[in-house]
Antibody, heavy 116, light 112 residues
Framework: EVQLVESGGGLVQPGGSLRLSCVAS????????MSWVRQAPGQGLEWVTY????????FYVDSVKGRFTISRDNAESSLYLQMSGLRVDDTAVYFC?????????WGQGTLVTISS | DVVMTQSPLSLPVTLGQPASISCRSS???????????LHWFQQRPGQSPRRLIY???NRESGVPDRFSGSGSGTDFTLKISSVETEDVGVYYC?????????FGQGTKLEIK
């Protein structure tokens, strides 16, 4: 069974940093593109970033470029999102997702709250 | 960016009646491999989204056959033949052809 389990969310002040993690199981993690999608409270879904299987290609939505960094550790079947320069409008549930062009599996999400 | 426009945004439906959601894209969604990367997701209250339909018309394993997807190019539709209580939630279309990938605004289905 495919499972994606996120962690690392929390309350951070504006301008702060946070690192999200996603542990994958039930599939060959090292062969899949992976991604992060977010959802602000009561709002719709928004793409954030995705990464290719060996970590050499990364794509970011304009609103997070230069502030967020996606990475992965295939030996640990883990996906990461390093977030810095956090803003109030980054407040959202962040979902770890598999296969960016198709989004076939989603994690349960981790809540990131940016507030002073 | 490709704009995905869903309608209606609110969909009150009587139990047992059909429902239909439209999704229009601002560009063709045909990918370089000739597939059309238009998918539909359901998000029940308090849950993560789950994929219902992939590549326009392919039903995900375990999804009831009352759900169907159709369309081509820039015009797509999700249909529920007979709405049940468990169908309450928000439905999103999403295109995976052009980066940044984009979602529709979401259609909230409720029981009338």
């Amino acid at each position: 069974e495919v499972q994606l389990v996120e962690s690392g969310g929390g309350l951070v002040q504006p301008g702060g940093s946070l690192r999200l993690s996603c542990v994958a199981s039930g599939f060959s993690f090292r062969t899949y593109w992976m991604s992060w999608v977010r959802q602000a409270p009561g709002q719709g879904l928004e793409w954030v970033t995705y990464i290719n299987p060996d970590g050499s290609e990364k794509f970011y939505v304009d609103s997070v470029k230069g502030r967020f960094t996606i990475s992965r550790d295939n030996a640990e079947s883990s996906l990461y999102l390093q977030m810095s320069g956090l803003r109030v409008d980054d407040t959202a549930v962040y979902f770890c997702t598999r296969a960016p062009r198709n989004l076939d599996y989603w994690g349960q999400g981790t809540l990131v709250t940016i507030s002073s | 960016d490709v704009v995905m426009t869903q309608s209606p945004l609110s969909l009150p439906v009587t139990l047992g009646q059909p429902a239909s959601i439209s999704c229009r894209s601002s560009q063709s969604l045909v990918y370089s491999d000739a597939n059309t990367l238009l998918h539909w997701f359901q998000q029940r209250p308090g849950q993560s989204p789950r994929r219902l339909i992939y590549k326009v018309s392919n039903r995900e394993s375990g999804v009831p056959d009352r759900f169907s997807g159709s369309g081509s190019g820039t015009d797509f539709t999700l249909k529920i033949s007979s709405v049940e209580t468990e169908d309450v939630g928000v439905y999103y279309c999403m295109q995976g052809t052009h980066w940044p990938f984009t979602f529709g605004q979401g259609t909230k289905l409720e029981i009338k």
